[in-house]
């Protein structure tokens, strides 16, 4: 095995190079040692070095590309493989610091989180499709067309805005049956069959959870500051 | 506008309709009644608005849900996420669905020990017989014929492993056995030998490159012999040394 104080001196170049013969050794099943990768990821992330970075994406990209292939969900993601690939790499490295990187003791655990940020990449791409098709089907069955449009095309700005959307709806509400009526169909996405279910303590039947649904309805409706807010829904 | 056929519909009604749960008169009404059909279609706006804004928003992001499974969250923000997937169905399925995905990669990022080491259990093909004529020298443990009273040798096969062993007197300590042992048929230049008496390793030896291995001063007894190399180890099983 390599001596860690030599790995820190050695140059990027040698490092690179050394992680793809050992990476190549690896695939073939060969001893390998994964130290040489290992220090291409600490350099990366701990001293932010945007050059072992890279050679880091040009390493494991075709690697990850075949982990976004192999997911079930891509087909549906309406995505090229290199979007996802992309995406993976770009929520690596903006969540790994050097403090979180003490927590990743081999470069096995690096690349089993890589693997996990190209799942966190298929699965935001699911959940917009998820939340377009629900607010469609409910458009749907009202008969008319979106009467507004998503204040922030920023996925993280709108993120915010939405948190901060449903705290103005959570401090409106009376009490807890209120509270699981919001959450549990606005929130969860349940239909009131499945609340009842759930809360069967509560709601004795779907009329109970229409009856809670129209008194906070018609409370938000009422609402001046939220009327701002929901705009020309009322 | 009012009503065209009072009463009028009200909101509960229509939003059972709308979640396509009303019953027939009130699909009767809807269907005639273009001002309670007005009013269904606010209250529709109003819950695609909801639905819209609301849908998820507790829930953690892919990616913290993903550093929860990795356990690389602080605990405070770990706690937070395990109440949660009480809740949620939703979190619960990315998370299952995350776990086998993580499953079926793992051959990516490290050997399975089956692939890494092939285990094999030796057989015993010929039992000791108490002998002092001298055997050919080819099948015969490098020191065999050093030392003191000896059991005659047993020859055991793994794969295309075979190995040789024979039991003898230690010479220096009374009571005590000697181990001597020849591997052959592998290339045994890596291996090492370890004696395990009643589930505790009692030495380790290295085989040398010739495949000779030496234990002394053994306490009489049944023990499992491991010969363990890069590729290979082999299990011999239920060795009896100057236990009879």
């Given at each position: ?28 099943r ?5 130290t ?8 990366a ?5 945007q050059?072992?970075?890279d050679v880091?994406y040009?390493q ?7 982990w ?14 290199q979007?996802f ?9 903006a969540a ?12 096995e655990s ?13 699965v ?35 993120e915010v805005y ?16 209120e509270r ?8 969860l996405?349940l ?15 779907v009329?109970?959870?229409y ?7 018609a ?5 001046a500051?939220l ?8 | 506008?009012t ?5 009028e ?11 396509g749960?009303?019953?027939q ?23 695609g608005r909801?639905?819209?804004e ?23 923000q ?5 109440q ?11 998370l299952?669905q995350l776990?086998?995905y993580?499953?079926e ?16 259990v030796?057989r ?20 065999a ?13 793994a ?21 001597l ?8 230049g ?10 505790q390793?009692?030495v ?5 490159e ?22 290979v180890?082999?299990h ?9």
């Amino acid at each position: 095995m390599s001596d860690q104080i030599d790995l820190y001196r050695l140059a990027l170049a040698s490092i690179a190079h050394r992680c793809t013969r050992e990476t190549e050794a690896f695939f073939r099943r060969q001893p390998h040692d994964p130290t040489f990768c290992y220090e291409l990821f600490r350099r990366a992330i701990v001293d932010r070095c945007q050059p072992a970075w890279d050679v880091i994406y040009a390493q494991y990209s075709p690697l990850v590309a075949g982990w976004v292939e192999r997911h079930p969900a891509f087909v549906f993601g309406g995505e090229e493989i290199q979007f996802f690939v992309n995406r993976a790499f770009e929520k690596m490295w903006a969540a790994l610091d050097s403090a979180k990187f003490g927590r990743f003791p081999n470069l096995e655990s690096l690349l089993r989180y890589l693997q996990m940020c190209v799942h966190s990449a298929i699965v935001d791409q699911s959940r917009k499709a998820e939340q377009a098709v629900a607010s469609e089907e409910l458009e749907s069955r009202s008969d008319c067309s979106p009467a507004w449009q998503p204040r922030h095309d920023d996925l993280a700005l709108a993120e915010v805005y939405r948190r901060e959307f449903w705290e103005q709806i959570n401090a409106r509400l009376k009490d807890e049956q209120e509270r699981q009526v919001v959450y549990g169909m606005f929130v969860l996405g349940l239909k009131p069959r499945e609340l009842c279910a759930r809360y069967q303590k509560t709601f004795a039947d779907v009329r109970d959870v229409y009856r809670v649904k129209e008194n906070v309805l018609a409370r938000l409706r009422r609402d001046a500051e939220l009327a701002e807010i929901l705009g020309p829904v009322a | 506008m009012t009503c065209c056929s009072p009463p009028e519909l009200d909101d509960a009604m229509l939003l059972a309709y709308l979640d396509g749960e009303a019953d027939q008169k009130v699909v009767a009404h809807l269907e005639q009644c273009p001002y309670c059909r007005g009013r269904a279609q606010l209250l529709g706006r109003l819950q695609g608005r909801l639905r819209t804004e609301l849908y998820r928003v507790a829930c953690p992001t892919p990616l913290e849900l993903g550093e929860y499974h990795l356990g690389v969250l602080p605990d405070v923000q770990a706690r937070v996420i395990a109440q949660h997937l009480k809740d949620c169905p939703h979190c619960s399925r990315e998370l299952g669905q995350l776990r086998t995905y993580l499953g079926e990669l793992s051959s990516d990022l490290a050997f399975s020990p089956a692939e890494r080491i092939r285990v094999l259990v030796a057989r015993l093909v010929r039992a000791g017989e108490r002998t002092d004529l001298p055997r050919p020298a080819a099948m015969a443990p490098a020191f065999a014929a050093v030392r003191g009273e000896k059991e005659g040798p047993r020859l055991y096969q793994a794969g295309e492993a075979q190995v040789d062993i024979e039991i003898q007197d230690d010479t220096l300590r009374v009571g005590r056995k000697t181990l001597l042992g020849l591997v052959t048929g592998i290339d045994a230049g890596e291996l090492v030998a370890h004696l395990w008496l009643a589930d505790q390793q009692v030495v380790q030896v290295p085989v040398d490159e010739l495949g000779n291995l030496v234990i002394p001063s053994l306490v009489p007894g049944s023990y499992d012999l491991i010969l363990s190399g890069p590729a290979v180890e082999i299990h011999i099983r239920d060795l009896d040394i100057g236990a009879g």
